[in-house]
């Protein structure tokens, strides 16, 4: 599946209507960026049972300051809605296949139940 393009009109609906969901944070002046550009489409080739998006912080500054960017590339990865990785920087293709793995082989009930334990403390506050 080719990487499609996050706006305010998509944004919200390719998280909720997807259980597995990347976004690479860029900018079109940033030679990080544009140097793993190439390397995030090579591995969204190879996984198209999650969507591989982008969201360029100049078009969409909304949408980077709803998520807090402070610096690209960054990724963000969204499991069933909720982010269970957020970094900066880009990485090496090897770097990021372990990564998708990784957050793969999450167990989403114990991610679920840790959230709401983290809810509750901070409510508790």
């Not at 709803?66 to 269970?84: A, K």
């Not at 090897?94 to 114990?110: N, P, S, Y």
Request: with cysteine; hydrophobic share 40%; net charge negative.
């Amino acid at each position: 599946m080719a990487t499609i393009e996050l706006n305010k009109e998509n944004l919200v609906s390719t998280i909720n209507d997807n259980p597995f969901v990347i976004i690479d944070f860029w900018a079109p002046w940033c030679g990080p960026c544009q140097s793993f550009a190439p390397v995030y489409e090579q591995i969204s080739e190879k996984y198209p049972d999650i969507v591989f998006a982008k969201v360029n912080t100049e078009e969409e500054q909304e949408i980077a300051a709803q998520f807090n960017i402070r610096s690209i590339p960054t990724l963000m990865i969204f499991r069933d809605q909720i982010i269970i990785y957020a970094e900066p920087g880009a990485l090496p293709a090897q770097t990021f296949e372990q990564l998708i793995e990784q957050a793969r082989a999450l167990d989403m009930d114990e991610v679920r139940k840790q959230v709401a334990s983290e809810q509750q403390a901070q409510e508790a506050q």
